[in-house]
């Protein structure tokens, strides 16, 4: 049912299906030259973009399996996460960075096949933007310039998570430490 | 749905980039506070990460009492919402519950994190127990009490998101996922 083929498939399949439905949590990969100029972490905002990228991707997907009330949320929070990445792309290309492409296709932890499986994927896409941005304020100097807007992301994708796991009647629907590893 | 954009109010980093400062003039403040930090070696040894150079308890002290006392009030709501024979009751209790016990985990680990850091200082002891959580009125109001965590959810939220810019990455990152739960129990109670 993925819109597209998936890419990318991790070469140990049982590190990367605990791990959501982006790359790579930590996200070494996407340290590039000017790491930390001008404050900007370039890396750490690549890895939140990486993890937007997919989190739009996941609404697609979840889409297509919510009606009602719930296709409506769904939506709104469709639209935060291309909001969001729309604003880090820009914030990328202001630090002198190209910004991360999005893959043609993510493996999902579980296949998607039903409301149920669409809303625990909504839940792993919030959680790992969660990830991605607690872990930008991590690695940005102690100004607001970039930590305001990380706090913004990781305090959207905590609630938006709740809010999924008390549509799944999950007990308790919140987490102690949103975001943390 | 999928082919719309909303670029209004998160574009923060628009704002954010149209008001930086020239690379020049951070480069001009950096070399000045270089030239500083060499001219003041004897100065900086005193000073510690999470001080500033100030005196003062650590500033984690603040959030690790709110969260003390959070855990309490919540725990006490729970215990007289319980109580209650209603489906809100019910559901009240069940949200101060688990309020309860995140503010737990916070106090926990910020505690964690001043042992960790102030291990053989005079600094190190323990407040003393949070105190006894008032009840939230003399009858048992359920939606005062509500009302009440919520308040306290937002005060504990703008705390930590406070610290958030000024503290160090990994006191920054604690405080961050800190404030974001709250914010979670803020929007559940709403």
Same mark, same amino acid.
């Given at each position: ?23 790579d ?23 939140a ?25 769904l ?10 990445r729309d604003?880090?792309?820009r ?5 002198g ?37 607690r872990?930008?304020i ?9 930590r ?10 905590a ?9 799944a009647?999950?007990?308790p629907?919140?987490?102690p ?5 | ?11 923060? @980093? ?13 480069? *001009?403040? *950096? ?7 060499? *001219? ?9 990460? @999470? ?10 002290? /603040?959030?690790?009492?709110?969260a ?14 319980a ?8 559901? !009240? ?16 680990? !910020? ?28 009858a ?19 705390? /930590?998101?406070? !610290? ?9 990152? !604690?405080l ?15």
């Amino acid at each position: 049912m993925t819109p597209f083929p998936l890419r990318r498939p991790h070469p140990d399949m049982e590190t990367y299906r605990g791990k959501g439905v982006t790359s790579d949590p930590d996200m070494s990969p996407y340290r590039e030259r000017g790491d930390g100029e001008r404050g900007v972490p370039v890396g750490a905002l690549q890895a939140a973009l990486a993890a937007e990228h997919a989190a739009v991707w996941a609404y697609g997907l979840a889409g297509a399996f919510i009606s009602g009330t719930l296709a409506g949320q769904l939506g709104k929070a469709e639209t935060v996460h291309m909001a969001r990445r729309d604003a880090t792309e820009r914030a990328l290309i202001d630090a002198g960075a190209r910004p991360v492409q999005p893959e043609p296709g993510y493996l999902t932890p579980e296949p998607v096949t039903n409301a149920a499986s669409a809303l625990r994927l909504a839940i792993t896409a919030e959680t790992d933007a969660a990830a991605a941005w607690r872990s930008v304020i991590a690695r940005s100097p102690a100004d607001p310039d970039v930590r305001e807007s990380a706090l913004d992301a990781l305090t959207t994708a905590a609630v938006q998570a709740t809010r999924w796991r008390a549509a799944a009647d999950a007990d308790p629907a919140t987490v102690p430490f949103p975001g943390a590893p | 749905m999928l082919g719309q954009r909303l670029i209004g109010g998160l574009a923060k @980093w628009l704002t954010v980039s149209g008001a930086r400062p020239s690379r020049r003039h951070v480069l *001009g403040t *950096g070399a000045a506070a270089a030239l500083l930090l060499l *001219g003041t070696p004897v100065a900086l040894t005193g000073c510690s990460p @999470w001080s500033s150079g100030r005196e003062g308890p650590d500033q984690l002290e /603040a959030p690790a009492r709110r969260a003390e006392t959070d855990a309490a009030q919540a725990s006490a709501v729970a215990q007289m919402a319980a109580g209650m024979p209603n489906r809100t009751g019910a559901e !009240l209790a069940a949200a101060a519950k688990s309020l309860a016990a995140d503010r737990t985990a916070h106090a926990n680990a !910020l505690r964690a994190e001043l042992h960790r850091v102030h291990t053989g200082t005079a600094s190190t002891t323990r407040a003393p127990a949070p105190p006894p959580a008032a009840p939230p009125a003399a009858a048992p109001d359920l939606a005062n009490a509500q009302s009440a965590l919520t308040e306290a959810m937002h005060s504990a939220r703008d705390e /930590a998101a406070a !610290l958030v810019m000024t503290l160090p990455g990994y006191r920054a990152a !604690l405080l961050a996922s800190i404030a974001a739960c709250c914010a979670t129990h803020a929007a559940l109670l709403a």
